[in-house]
């Protein structure tokens, strides 16, 4: 079965400053990789998501995510943060050559944005 | 728009007590999936299910049972076997291809 770590349970940057959050995944098969954000008391919003195409990522509202097959990562970040970038983010794997065709996701990262 | 509708947002249970949750899609996907989220734990599958009258178990299925009668609807039922309910529950679907997951905007359960 797939995993996903993310490195870092919570994350604090200046307003301005990057962001990097990181996820590395298990899978001997370049698979579909997404990140999503959540606000509290939501659900989950897709940022971005990588499906073999450009490794390079792009995504909504200014993140963006590489996807590195030699190093098992898919990165998040934005050059500069902004307040309401405060939330929590979750990376996640698509299972789909494995058939079970569900997401797999990592325990979450939470960012906390300091004015 | 199209979308994926959970009800309710807020549930309180009973201990003993069978409670449903609802998850209708308007999108024409095949696939649904329900996901329970508890802090620092990130979202764990249930219940999955790839096409009408056919779901499987997930990675935390004890407790729960689904069904999959319509294609836009996926019910979870949170049996009075789960020991400890209270969580977030959210509800997502998904094209055939694997590129793309919709969620809903989750049904929180509490036991009093």
């Known amino acids: 079965a797939q995993s996903v770590t993310q490195l870092g349970s919570h994350v604090s940057v200046s307003e301005g400053a990057l962001v990097l959050l990181r996820c590395n995944y298990s899978?001997?098969?370049?698979?579909?990789l997404f990140w999503y954000v959540q606000y509290p008391n939501q659900g989950l919003q897709l940022l971005l998501k990588?499906?073999?195409?450009?490794?390079l990522v792009k995504g909504i509202n200014g993140f963006e995510a590489e996807f590195k097959k030699s190093e098992t990562s898919f990165h998040l970040t934005k050059p500069s943060a902004h307040m309401s970038d405060a939330a929590e983010y979750f990376c996640?794997?698509?299972?789909?050559?494995?058939?079970?065709?569900?997401?797999?996701f990592g325990s979450g990262t939470r960012l906390q944005v300091q004015p | 728009d199209g979308g994926i509708t959970q009800s309710p947002k807020y549930l309180f249970r009973k201990e003993g007590q069978n409670v449903t949750l609802s998850c209708e899609q308007n999108?024409?996907?095949?696939?649904m999936y329900w996901y329970r989220q508890d802090p620092g734990q990130g979202l764990r599958l249930i219940y999955y299910?790839?096409?009408?009258?056919?779901?499987q178990k997930g990675d935390i299925a004890e407790g729960y049972s689904v069904s999959r009668e319509k294609k836009e609807s996926f019910p979870l039922t949170v049996t009075s076997a789960q020991k400890n309910p209270t969580a977030f529950y959210l509800c997502?679907?998904?094209?055939?291809?694997?590129?793309?997951?919709?969620f809903g905007s989750g049904t929180r359960l509490t036991v009093v």
């Open positions: 997502a679907s998904s094209t055939t291809g694997g590129d793309g997951y919709t």
């Open positions: 899978s001997s098969v370049p698979p579909y």
């Open positions: 990588y499906t073999s195409a450009a490794t």
């Open positions: 996640a794997v698509s299972d789909w050559d494995t058939g079970r065709r569900a997401l797999t």
């Open positions: 999108l024409n996907h095949d696939a």
């Open positions: 299910s790839q096409i009408v009258n056919d779901f």
